[in-house]
Nanobody
């Protein structure tokens, strides 16, 4: 069973940047599409960015133009570069397969955007 470990979160001021990493304990080469999700307090988990094996990406409207997803299959890692962060980006961020069935969720990484 593949395990996912997210890292790179932290506290940042509005307008700042963070780069999140998600490393899998096994190969993600065969996973067609990987995604980054987030869950804010009191809200449902939502998909914010996804990338296919071919490099095609898609983003939620709320992060389009600010976030960039990438993947390195050789390192079993998915990245999320987050720029121009806003307070509404505050959430716990998770990576997983974009499509169901999902891998067991990791612990996520907390991102807090606050002045």
């Amino acid at each position: 069973q593949v395990q996912l470990v997210e890292s790179g979160g932290g506290v940042v001021q509005p307008g700042g940047s963070l780069r999140l990493s998600c490393t899998a304990s096994g190969s993600i080469r065969s996973i067609y599409a990987m995604g980054w999700f987030r869950q804010a307090p009191g809200k449902q988990r939502e998909l914010v960015a996804a990338i296919t094996n071919g490099g095609s990406t898609n983003y939620a409207d709320s992060v389009k133009g600010r976030f960039t997803i990438s993947r390195d299959n050789a390192k079993n890692t998915v990245f999320l570069q987050m720029n121009s962060l806003k307070p509404e980006d505050t959430a716990v961020y998770y990576c997983n397969r974009r499509d169901v069935p999902r891998i067991a969720w990791g612990q996520g990484t907390q991102v807090t955007v606050s002045s």
